[in-house]
C-alpha cells in the first residue's frame, strides 16, 4: 500500500518539476541576455521532463495492479499522458535546439520564421495538455485501488484472461 | 426498606421482652454483644477500635444516633445483612434493640445508661466500619461495573468497546493519521482550483488592461503606431509571457473543471453547453491565438534595436493591425470565459471523480476503466 507521506513527497516533487517547466516555457525568452543562461534552462527542462516521465513510470510500477500482471490496465488509464509526455519531450527538445542553435552566436538576433513560429505554438499548446494530464495523473496516482488487491481488480483480471 | 422495618419491628418486641426479663438479662445480652461485636469487627476494622474509647461519650451519642438514621436510609445496609451469619446477626439484633433502648430508657434509668454508654462505644463504631466497608467498593466501583459488563453479556460489551474506540478516535485521533493518498490528491486539487478561480479573474482584467493600453497607445483609428511601438516595446514581451502563464493555468484548471480526460464527459458538456466547458473551450482558442502572435510580439520587442530591418518605414500598420485585433479577440475571449466560469464556480467534474477513489466504489470501476487519463 502507498504510504501517505512517500505520496505526498513524490507528489510535491512532480508538482515542483511542473512548475519550472512552466516557468520555464514562460519566461524563457526574456531570460536570453547570454545564450548560454537559455542552454541551461533548457537543459535543466528537459531534464525535468524526462524526470517527470520516469516518476511517473516509477509510481505506475509501484502499482499493485501492475505488479499483477494488468500493464495494459495502467497503459489504457494512462495512455494520453505517456503519449502527450513523449510528444511534448520530443517537441521541446527539438525546439530548444533549434533556437539556441539560432541565437547561439547573438541572443537578441529575430530568428522568427514560420516554422519556428509553427513548432513553437504546437510545443506550448502540448506543454498545456501535458501539464493538465500529468497534474492528473498524479493526482489520480493516489487511487487507493491501485496498490490492494479488490473485487474491481479481481474482475479486471478475469476479463484480461478471457 | 421493607426489611429494615420488619426488623425493627422484631427489635421493639425484642426490646420490651428484654425490659420484662430484667436487668441482669440485659447485662449478658450487652457482654454477648459486645463481644460478639469485638470478635465480628476486630478482623474488619482492628485499627479503628482502639482510639474509640477515648472519645468523649456525648459525641458518640449525638454520631451515634446521625449514624442510626443513616443506617436505617442506606439500602446497601440490606444487602450485607444477608451475609452475616448467625451469631452476626444476634449482634445487629442486639445493637438495634440497644438503639432503640437508648432512646427510650435513658429518662428512667440513669445508672443503666452508664452501662448502655459502654456498650454504645462499640456501637457508635460499629456503624463507621460498617459504613467504611461500604462505601469500599464505592471506591472502585468503575472496575466492578467493567468486570460485570464483560462477564454478563460478552456481545455487549463489544459493541461498548466499538462505541469507546469510535468516540477516542473522534476526539483524540490526529487527522493526519487517518490521511490516505486521496485526501491528499484532493487537497492539492482544492489548492489549484484556488490558484485557477484567481487566476481566472487575474486573466481577464489583465487582458482587458492590456488591450485598453495598446488601444491608447495607438490613438484614434490607429494613426499613432510609432508611437505605441515607442511606449510599449518594453512591455511587449513580457506581456506576452504573463499572458501565456495566466493562460496555461486558467486552460488547464478549466480542463480540470470539465474533466476532458473523460472525453463522453466532456463531449456531453460541449453539446450541452455546460459553461466549464465552454469556459475552456475558449481558453484553449485564446492560448493559440495569444501564441500565435508571439513573434509579431518578439519583432515589437527588438524595436530599438533592429529598427531598420523588422521595421521599414510603412509597415507598421500592416505588422500591427492584426497583432491588435487578435490581442483584442484574446481579450474578449478569456473575459467572456471568465464571466461563464463565474457563473457556476461550483462545478469541477475532475472533483467529483477523485472523491470517487475508493475501493468499495466498485461499480465506479468500469467507468474508470474506460478513461484515457
Known sequence: MLQTGNYSLVLLIQLVLLTYDLFVNSFSELLRGAPVIQLVLFIIQDIAILF????????????????????????????????????????????????????????????????????????RTAAVLYYYLYKRTAEFMGDPRLYEDSLWLRDAFARTRQ | MPTVKSKKKKVKKEVIAAEEQGEGMEVEMENRTNRSNSDSKDPLTPDLQDPAPHKKKKKKKTSTIVQETEHADIPNGNSAEPIIDGEEMTVAVTRKTKKKRKSKLAEHHSSDLRAEDDSIIYETQSPIPQHALFSAPHGHSQPVGKVFVERSRRFHTDRVEQLRH???????????????????????????????LFSHGFLAGYAVWNITVVYVLAGEEMRTLPNLLQQYHPLAYPAQSLLYLLLAISTVSAFDRVNLAKTSMALRGFLTLDPVAVASFLYFIALILSLSQQMTSDRINLYPTANQTLWPPGTEHQVLRPWIVVNLVVALLVGVAWAVVSTRPDIDYTEEFLMTMEVEGYPRGDENLDIPA
Open chain 1, 52 to 123: 517527470s516521465v520516469i516518476i511517473i513510470l516509477l509510481m505506475m510500477f509501484n502499482t499493485y495492479v501492475f505488479q499483477v500482471g494488468l500493464v495494459s490496465l495502467l497503459l489504457e488509464r494512462f495512455r494520453a499522458l505517456l503519449a502527450f509526455s513523449a510528444l511534448y519531450l520530443t517537441l521541446s527538445i527539438c525546439l530548444h535546439c533549434w533556437v539556441l542553435n539560432l541565437r547561439w552566436l547573438d541572443s537578441n538576433r529575430f530568428i522568427w520564421t514560420d516554422g519556428l513560429q509553427a513548432l513553437f505554438v504546437f510545443q
Open chain 2, 166 to 196: 469510535s468516540e477516542l478516535a473522534d476526539d483524540y485521533m490526529d487527522p493526519r493519521q487517518i490521511w490516505t493518498t486521496r485526501d491528499v490528491a484532493l487537497k492539492v486539487h482544492h489548492g489549484f482550483r484556488v490558484i485557477g
